[in-house]
């Protein structure tokens, strides 16, 4: 096989599906789904049970060979094995099948690899016996540079680079380091063996059984796993340092690092430490390994990858540095850490049973990290912030090319795509709702009942709903496939006519262009009415509907009707809706925030709700601007972080349709900043909170970026201090990032002098965090030669492909056209590095297209990829795309709204929008 002319590749195909089609009608109904175009799932003749794989890697030649010896069960009968393999050369000699039945060997008579459907078909001369056979096969492959399947990443000791291997499965590249079934719902066990170098390290899921040294090499053997999916099986070899804990039902828990860094494990070491009991409790079953390592990656495609017992990680989302790793960088690690924890029950125990139902395990995941989170940092309301999830998923979710919970995948290649905001972020929004629904103690009954049920199994969405329902005897299925089936979600806007006691409900669907969508959903609608002490709770089905408000907020003492208040729809924002008011509700909740009787998470939603209505026109940008004049007293992390958010895009949409009001704009923006950045200052404060330490970078970059003259000249000087003297006090981690953006603004080609400093940084640093956050700056000059010396650098052979993306972060408005030039230019080489790694070149795309804001651009972009079209990024090219168009349509209706230069320039002057109008 080795070796095949393409030709024959092509032939081949077409005979395999002559073959399939053939077995199609030889199979009982249930096991005959095939490998075809519209389904491309493998036939189901054959289970394989346990497997047996030996691996050589060799760390020099970056080849490795194998063995696989997989016993499996034939269940149907058939002359033909189909199961996947790619970018393997099997030995066509070595492929035998040893039968229980008749105690024989067989050869097939012949052997094909399908390149393009990743199978290798077997066929037989004779119809199979049914019952148990012993597959076996010997095969060679290569150590990529893909990172996937078995790859090699390059580590640095002593200044000399060596060469690890290591796997990343997910979704579908277990098949690139070993034949198997490689789709979620093959279960079986896996006892591998790995034959090393003596001096290096080897991991996989399970702990070693034996160890055998033959000469300079090494035979490690490992323990059988549990039943579990092929996406889950890992291999680690290389030179690490570790430190270890127990827990307290004994199961030992490792962080590897690079050599000399493991005290930087120590942080994630004690979250997992706390987590494992958190979910052995909250889900009622115990870990089902024996030990937990978790370890850093030099170069690594996602941020984490919860293999069973060995968990992967980058870098930057597992390690710790006590002195240049900020709060956010520890936020980011107990969430990642919780996240791929949450699998070992959540995906790993219990699995989709195909990736439709994706969303399952990382919606989950993505939940119940916040869960646990919560529980071991109560300090970092960790929940408050979640609303970051639901609005980032609503991004994406306005958008006509968004796409349902559950999606259709065909080809393998179509599955990297739906890892993204719609599975993760409005997939646990929809959880949060539905937990909120049937309150916190019955959903986790349910779920640890649904555990248990399925654990060691399979499970589509469906099956959580029906254990759900029968735990908490609410109809689960009807009210959650009207969020799982379809894409999009509604806005409810709310009426209330004088003082009556009823609300008047309209439900359509939000789309960010402004149009109307046809979706309709059953909501779980909240309110709170002039007190969260008097809140109610209604299911609203159909268009239009009426909501009486709870009795005792609408009476005064004499039995008088009394307008109350305000009042709040979607309380606590975990609802996945976003709310209109009619103009009297929304004066009401304008005042009853400044008097701040509003609670944060209330007061983020209604400042982002008002946002997205402006962006897609349904309310003019005025209104948006006097609410923001309303939180210029915020202390809120999470509300303050949205309000800069919100700040950056207004200053986008005014700088493209008002050019002669961004500087009043700015002023308006800074003055909101004043009172934050007066308290937090520029030093930490001994014994500051975990978010104020947050928030102290954040809202200094805000001003930076905003042109606030007086925070520029302070970074600056920082940041030469720090230049100076790397052990000065006054640069700490938490505020580079507003240092390096406010030297980076004013870079210039002819005054170069802070750029080539801040590279001295990165090329000094060994620290992946500090490396990313000079990365995430270099780009943000306004001078646009400056920016394509950026960009350049990003393929030079100092930044891992993983790293790129954060370069493309920095962009800034006055960087846009240098970076899609960039981009247009240099296309083919962008595409032949990073085309591989769908979420890399996925962001390439957004993060560069969706700056701009004219119909002739999307245009010019959507020519540009009608040409350079590739399946795998169709999505994210046509997204980027819609984005652009909103824009385009946003800037052309504020260039319209003739009263927004004078309101900014009130505004700016520290005059008060009219509290009547709000205008
Ligand atoms: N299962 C994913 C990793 C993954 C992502 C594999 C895409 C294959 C394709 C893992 O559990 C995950 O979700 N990681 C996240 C981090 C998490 C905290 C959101 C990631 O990689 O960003
Ligand atoms: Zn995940």
Redesign the pocket.
């Known amino acids: 096989m080795a070796g095949r002319a393409a030709a024959t590749a092509i032939l081949a195909l077409g005979a395999s599906y002559v073959i399939l089609k053939q077995l199609k009608y030889r199979g009982r109904k249930d096991r005959s789904r095939l490998l075809l175009k519209d389904t491309m799932r493998l036939p189901r003749f054959v289970e394989p049970r346990r497997y047996d794989i030996e691996l050589m890697p060799n760390l020099d030649t970056c080849k490795f060979d194998g063995k696989v010896a997989v016993r499996l069960e034939i269940v149907d009968k058939t002359n033909h094995i189909v199961l996947n393999a790619a970018d393997l050369n099997i030995y066509e000699k070595s492929v035998s099948l040893r039968t229980s039945a008749t105690r024989q060997v067989v050869w097939p008579t012949r052997i094909e690899l399908v390149k393009d459907d990743e199978i290798l078909i077997l066929t037989f001369e004779e119809i199979l016996p049914l019952g148990d056979a012993l597959l076996s096969m010997d095969f060679q492959g290569t150590l990529n540079d893909q990172m996937k399947g078995f790859y090699r990443s390059v580590y640095t000791v002593g200044g000399v680079k060596k060469n690890m291997a290591t796997t990343?499965f997910?979704?579908a590249d277990a098949r690139r380091c070993f034949p198997c079934w490689d789709e979620p719902a093959y279960k079986a066990t896996f006892k591998l063996t790995v034959h090393v170098p003596l001096d290096r390290v080897v991991l996989s899921n399970m702990p070693v059984a034996s160890e055998a040294v033959i000469g300079p090499k090494k035979s490690v053997f490992f323990e059988e796993s549990p039943k579990m999916s092929t996406y889950l099986v890992a291999v680690v070899v290389g030179e690490f340092d570790f430190i270890e804990t127990e827990t307290e039902d004994g199961k030992l828990v490792r962080v590897y690092t690079e050599v000399g860094k493991k005290e930087q494990g120590r942080f994630a070491l004690d979250v997992a430490l706390k987590t494992l009991p958190f979910y052995t409790k909250y889900f009622g079953t115990a870990y089902p390994l024996p030990k937990l390592d978790m370890i850093a990656i030099p170069d690594f495609?996602?941020?984490?990858?919860?293999n069973y017992g060995l968990v992967t990680y980058r870098e930057a989302?597992l390690l710790i540095d006590e002195v240049h790793s900020t709060a956010a960088n520890k936020q980011r690690v107990a969430?990642?850490v919780a996240?791929?924890l949450a699998?070992m029950w959540f995906?790993n125990l219990v699995t989709m049973e195909w990736w439709t139902h994706l969303w399952l395990?990382?919606g989950f995941?993505?939940w119940v990290?916040y869960l646990a989170v919560d529980y071991l940092f109560p300090e970092w309301r960790i929940w408050t912030q979640f609303v970051d999830q639901t609005v980032e998923a609503f991004r994406l979710d306005g958008l006509v090319e968004s796409h349902p919970i559950e999606v259709e995948v065909g080809h393998v290649r179509e599955i990297?795509e739906i890892?993204d905001a719609i599975s993760?972020k409005k997939g646990a929004s929809i959880i949060r709702m539905l937990q909120t629904y049937l309150t916190p103690d019955v959903f986790q009954k349910g779920l640890s009942e649904y555990i248990k049920r399925f654990a060691y199994k399979n499970a589509a969405t469906g099956d959580l709903w029906s254990v759900l329902s029968e735990v908490s005897g609410e109809p689960v299925g009807e009210l959650m496939n009207s969020w799982t089936s379809q894409k999009g979600f509604p806005v409810i806007s709310a009426k209330v006519h004088g003082k009556a006691t009823f609300v008047e409900l309209k439900q359509s669907q939000f789309l960010s262009s402004g149009v109307d969508g046809k979706g309709e959903w059953v909501v779980p609608v909240t309110v709170a009415v002039g007190s969260y002490k008097i809140s109610g709770s209604y299911l609203v089905r159909g268009k239009i509907s009426t909501i009486e408000l709870p009795a005792s907020s609408s009476e005064s003492s004499d039995g008088e009707n009394e307008a109350p208040s305000w009042i709040k729809l979607n309380v606590g924002q975990t609802g996945f809706y976003r709310v209109q008011y009619d103009e009297d509700l929304a004066k009401r909740l304008r005042s009853a925030i400044a008097s701040g009787s509003i609670e944060a998470t209330d007061r983020f939603g209604i400042l982002e709700d008002t946002y997205a209505l402006s962006a897609a026109c349904k309310q003019p940008l005025n209104v948006l601007l006097s609410l923001m004049e309303v939180y210029k007293n915020e202390s809120d992390y999470t509300v303050l972080s949205c309000l800069i958010d919100v700040s950056y895009r207004v200053q986008q949409v005014v700088n493209d349709a008002l050019p002669a009001a961004v500087p009043d704009t700015k002023k308006f923006i800074c003055s909101l900043f004043q009172t934050a950045a007066k308290k937090l200052g520029w030093d930490p404060i001994p014994g500051e909170s975990h978010l104020d330490a947050m928030l102290r970078g954040e809202v200094l970059s805000a001003l930076i970026s905003s042109g606030d003259e007086e925070a520029i000249a302070e970074a600056k000087h920082r940041f030469h201090t720090y230049l100076n003297d790397r052990k000065t006090s006054l640069f700490p981690a938490d505020i580079r990032v507003a240092g390096y953006k406010a030297v980076i603004q004013g870079v210039k080609a002819s005054d170069r002098s802070d750029y080539d400093s801040l590279l001295t940084l990165y090329r000094e640093s060994d620290l992946s965090q500090e490396k990313n956050r000079i990365l995430g700056t270099i780009a943000a000059s306004t001078d646009p030669v400056m920016v394509r010396e950026a960009l350049d650098f990003l393929l030079s052979p100092e930044v891992r492909s993983q790293d790129s993306i954060w370069i493309l972060s920095g962009i800034g408005l006055e960087g846009r056209d240098a970076s899609w030039t960039w981009l247009s230019e240099n296309w083919d080489t962008i595409w032949g590095r990073y085309g591989d790694t769908v979420?890399l070149i996925a962001r390439f795309i957004s993060r560069i297209v969706s700056q701009f804001s004219s119909y002739e651009k999307a245009d010019e972009i959507e020519a540009f990829f009608t040409k350079n079209s590739y399946p795998a990024i169709d999505r994210t090219v046509s997204q980027s795309i819609e984005r652009v168009r909103i824009m385009a349509q946003w800037v052309k209706h504020v260039h319209q709204e003739s009263d927004v230069t004078d309101l900014v320039k009130k505004l700016a002057a520290g005059g008060k929008a009219s509290p009547e109008t709000g205008e």
């Open positions: 990343q997910e979704p495609a996602a941020g984490a990858m919860e989302t969430v990642v996240h791929e699998h995906g395990n990382e995941a993505t990290s990297d890892f993760y979420s």
